[in-house]
């Protein structure tokens, strides 16, 4: 199957499924993250915020009980504020957030960038918008330069299973995607591929893996 005929609703379902195979054995947290899902599903279909206000009810109320689901819900609380350009709340939630509980250092510091610029947008504030995706940015930069070697190698993978079980993959793509924010008119991907060696042995099926990111709604967070 070519990369681009895979849905992107299924890749947002793996974004808001991060680390399923990490459930929370009790009832009560696969009932918060079965019900959580089926609220937003429900919301995408009928665009009644209701469903969205009660799976935010439902995650603030379990989320600490359910450490081993934490990541996943968290990252589902944060596209739910998202879509209700709840901006506040996001950055007031990603504040009390353990860092403990995700394995990239930079998270909370990148949620909280991500959220300045989304807010930014909103605003019509395009200093600040362009500041805060360039703290990313850096953020991002320097985590890749600390794998480096895992990064070469893991770009050359041809296999779409393995890439989408390494969460590096996820660093390189939100790599990809956020300097394509900055510089819209150019092919960042070609671009970065070119001049950064790190990225020059990069497979035809990583490439095309990225471009399914690329045309992602700045306004909408799905984890990366």
Known sequence: MKLYAIPLL???LVVLNVNAKDNDDSLLCQRVNEESLELISKYNLFKNNLYLDSAVILINTN????QQNYKRLSLRLLYIYS??????????????????SFQEPYTKQFLANRFFAMNAVMKNDQLNQT???NQIILCLDQYLRDKEDEVDSLSSVTDISHILDNPLSTVIIQYFYYQSLLHPENDVVGDIIYKEKRFNNMSSEFHDFIFLWLAEDFAIFKGI
């Open 63 to 66: 989320l600490r009980l359910c």
């Open 131 to 133: 500041y805060y995706i």
């Open 10 to 12: 299924f890749m947002l």
């Open 83 to 100: 879509v209700q350009s709840r901006y506040s709340d996001a950055l007031n939630f990603i504040g009390e957030l353990n860092p403990d």
